[in-house]
């Protein structure tokens, strides 16, 4: 394993409270670590050429740049690596700046701070596996768990916006917490104005398909595949034919409940 650190500046964001060059001097004694530096823009064309530069010249195979938080440049030196011929994933990134430099103003106990925490990303570089895309179809269904007054609005929502949705909710009708209040803060309007609305339009959505008195019993798979079993729980009455809903719902026991699959 070739491990290259490279340490950012950042001009003085991170250098004026960080001493750059003992973490790099640091970094050099890891085991593992074949090159360690530090530049004052990483992320500058020059920066990322010296990264490229050091991956062809030191060979190396695994890279950590301690710079600035992954949300800001990840991506940036994801695809520097991939230029040099690594698989874009042997990259880590420190956040020195957000989590170190600028919250800190003792630069001792930042040095020594930022000397662990590039220590760390250099430890998980060397577990990191070469990753690939691909692409796949997926399931264009919504299942929201919960009939409170937030899942009615995300499945409407979501209906509204062409998408198939399943909505379970564990009691025998939707409304949720909300259902139970007289009026609502901060307009003192009745809860109940709010939420009829939303119920009958969920009830009548043609996209939302609704599981009352239902839990989810299992879920597996991954984003845009999931496997989910429903339990629905048996009312012992006769939605069609029943006329009392509310009376028959009293008087019945509990009995075995139905398994529905369905994927989302
Ligand atoms: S990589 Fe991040 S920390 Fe370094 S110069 Fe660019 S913005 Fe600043």
């Not at 990264?51 to 992954?70: F, G, M, T, Y």
Request: some cysteine; overall charge positive.
């Amino acid at each position: 394993m070739r491990v290259g650190v490279f340490i950012c500046h950042c001009g003085s964001n991170i250098a004026g409270t960080v001493d750059v060059a003992r973490v790099a001097a640091e970094l050099r004694k890891v085991p593992g670590v074949a090159f360690a530096t530090n530049y004052m823009y990483t992320c500058s064309e020059p920066g990322q050429e010296e990264i490229k530069q050091a991956i062809q010249k030191e060979k190396l195979n695994r890279i950590v740049v301690a710079a600035c938080s992954p949300r800001m440049h990840e991506l940036t030196f994801r695809r520097t690596i991939e230029k040099a011929g690594l698989n874009r994933y042997f990259l880590e990134m420190a956040n020195i700046r957000e989590h170190i430099s600028w919250v800190g103003l003792d630069k001792e106990a930042n040095t020594n701070k930022a000397i662990e925490v590039v220590k760390m990303a250099v430890a998980k570089v060397m577990q990191n596996k070469p990753l690939y895309s691909s692409s796949f179809k997926v399931n264009k269904r919504v299942l929201v768990i919960g009939g409170g007054v937030a899942g009615m609005q995300a499945a409407l929502d979501c209906a509204d916006g062409g998408l198939d949705v399943i909505l379970v909710e564990k009691s025998p009708s939707v409304g949720g917490m909300m259902a139970r209040l007289d009026k609502t803060f901060p307009t003192i309007d009745c809860s109940i104005c709010i939420l009829g609305p939303k119920m009958v339009d969920v009830a009548q959505h043609d996209k939302i398909k609704l599981y009352a008195y239902s839990e989810i019993d299992d879920i597996k798979g991954y984003v845009g595949n999931y496997q989910v079993k429903i339990k629905k729980k048996a009312t012992y009455v006769d939605w069609v034919k029943c006329t009392a809903a509310a009376s028959a719902w009293r008087s019945v026991r509990p009995r075995t409940p139905m398994i529905i699959s369905t994927s989302a």
